[in-house]
C-alpha cells in the first residue's frame, strides 16, 4: 500500500515547488485538490492552477470544493469526504496525493486529514514546501530575520499595541490574513511611521503586488491573499 502523499505546492509560481513533490504529483493516479466558489458561482483553484501548469494531466486532478466559511465544521464534512475517497482508494493501490498551498503544515486546514489519517494508523507522508511568507520575502529582497532578532507569525487577529511590544521585544512580524485586522494595521502605520512596512499580495500569481510605502499601505484594504512583513527599523 502507497503512503498517502501531502504534497506542498508553494505559493503560486509553479516552479516554487520542491522536486520531491513534483515526482510525487508526477507519479499520483489521483491529486485531490481544494477548490472554492466564486461570487459568481464560478469555481476557482489556485492548487490547480500550479498543478496544472506543472503539465500533470488534468484527467488524474479529482478537484474537491471547500466552503469559503470561517465556520470550521463545513470544510471538515469537505474534508471528511476526501478522507473516505482516498483512503479508498489507496486500498485498491492507488498512488494518492492530497495538496495545499504554500507548505502543507503551515495554517493549513487540510492537515486534518493528515491527522485523522495518521490517527487511524494508515500510512501517510508530507512534503515540505515554501510557505507564502518566505516567498514574500524574497520578493522583496528582504532578510527577514537577521542576527538576534526574532520572528513573531502572526494568523490575522491583532492589535497596534501588540504590534508595538513585538517590535520593542526585537521580534519582526509576519500577519497573515491580513483582511481580519484591517484597521488595526491602518492604526499601526499612523502611531508607528518608523516601522518599516512590506506588503505583499497575491504573490506568485500574475496578479502579484508589493508595496513598502507605508502610507499607501494604510490606505488600501486587504484581500484573503495578502501577507504584512514589519520590521523595527534600525537606521
Ligand atoms: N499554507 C500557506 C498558508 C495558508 S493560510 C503557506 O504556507 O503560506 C492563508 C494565508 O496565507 C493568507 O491569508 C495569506 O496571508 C497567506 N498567503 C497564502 N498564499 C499567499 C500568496 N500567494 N500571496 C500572499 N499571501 C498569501
Same mark, same amino acid.
Given at each position: 500500500?502507497?503512503?498517502?502523499?501531502?504534497?506542498?505546492?508553494?505559493? $503560486?509560481?509553479?516552479?516554487? %515547488?520542491? %522536486?520531491? /513533490?513534483?515526482?510525487?504529483?508526477?507519479?499520483?493516479?489521483?491529486?485531490?485538490?481544494?477548490?472554492?466558489?466564486?461570487?459568481?458561482?464560478?469555481?476557482?483553484?489556485?492548487?490547480?492552477?500550479?498543478?496544472?501548469?506543472?503539465?500533470?494531466?488534468?484527467?488524474?486532478?479529482?478537484?474537491?470544493?471547500?466552503?469559503?466559511?470561517?465556520?470550521?465544521?463545513?470544510?471538515? /464534512?469537505?474534508?471528511?469526504?476526501?478522507?473516505?475517497?482516498?483512503?479508498?482508494?489507496?486500498?485498491?493501490?492507488?498512488?494518492?496525493?492530497?495538496?495545499?498551498?504554500?507548505?502543507?503544515?503551515?495554517?493549513?486546514?487540510? @492537515?486534518?486529514?493528515?491527522?485523522?489519517?495518521?490517527?487511524? $494508523?494508515?500510512?501517510?507522508?508530507?512534503?515540505?514546501?515554501?510557505?507564502?511568507?518566505?516567498?514574500?520575502?524574497?520578493? /522583496? $529582497?528582504? @532578510?527577514?530575520?537577521?542576527?538576534?532578532?526574532?520572528?513573531?507569525? %502572526?494568523?490575522?487577529?491583532?492589535?497596534?499595541?501588540?504590534?508595538?511590544?513585538?517590535?520593542?521585544?526585537?521580534?519582526?512580524?509576519?500577519?497573515?490574513?491580513?483582511?481580519?485586522?484591517?484597521?488595526? %494595521?491602518?492604526?499601526?502605520?499612523?502611531?508607528?511611521?518608523?516601522?518599516?512596512? @512590506?506588503?505583499?499580495?497575491?504573490? /506568485?500569481?500574475?496578479?502579484?503586488?508589493?508595496?513598502?510605502?507605508?502610507?499607501?499601505?494604510?490606505?488600501?484594504? *486587504?484581500? *484573503?491573499?495578502?501577507?504584512?512583513?514589519?520590521?523595527?527599523?534600525?537606521?
Amino acid at each position: 500500500m502507497h503512503p498517502i502523499i501531502f504534497v506542498s505546492l508553494g505559493p $503560486g509560481d509553479p516552479e516554487l %515547488i520542491s %522536486i520531491k /513533490g513534483l515526482k510525487a504529483l508526477m507519479s499520483a493516479d489521483c491529486i485531490f485538490c481544494p477548490q472554492t466558489f466564486t461570487k459568481d458561482n464560478h469555481t476557482t483553484s489556485r492548487a490547480a492552477d500550479i498543478i496544472l501548469s506543472l503539465g500533470i494531466n488534468s484527467c488524474n486532478i479529482r478537484r474537491f470544493t471547500l466552503p469559503m466559511s470561517k465556520q470550521r465544521d463545513k470544510a471538515i /464534512g469537505a474534508y471528511n469526504k476526501v478522507y473516505i475517497e482516498a483512503t479508498k482508494l489507496q486500498s485498491e493501490n492507488k498512488k494518492i496525493c492530497i495538496v495545499a498551498e504554500g507548505d502543507a503544515g503551515f495554517y493549513s486546514s487540510i @492537515h486534518y486529514i493528515f491527522d485523522k489519517l495518521q490517527a487511524n $494508523g494508515i500510512p501517510v507522508t508530507q512534503i515540505a514546501g515554501i510557505p507564502a511568507f518566505i516567498a514574500a520575502g524574497a520578493l /522583496g $529582497g528582504l @532578510h527577514v530575520a537577521n542576527q538576534n532578532e526574532r520572528l513573531t507569525v %502572526i494568523p490575522g487577529a491583532t492589535t497596534a499595541e501588540e504590534i508595538e511590544k513585538l517590535i520593542n521585544e526585537n521580534s519582526n512580524i509576519v500577519i497573515m490574513k491580513l483582511s481580519q485586522c484591517t484597521d488595526q %494595521i491602518h492604526r499601526c502605520i499612523h502611531l508607528h511611521p518608523e516601522y518599516s512596512y @512590506h506588503y505583499f499580495e497575491n504573490i /506568485g500569481t500574475s496578479n502579484q503586488k508589493y508595496l513598502n510605502n507605508s502610507q499607501e499601505i494604510a490606505s488600501i484594504s *486587504y484581500p *484573503y491573499f495578502s501577507l504584512l512583513i514589519i520590521q523595527h527599523n534600525h537606521n
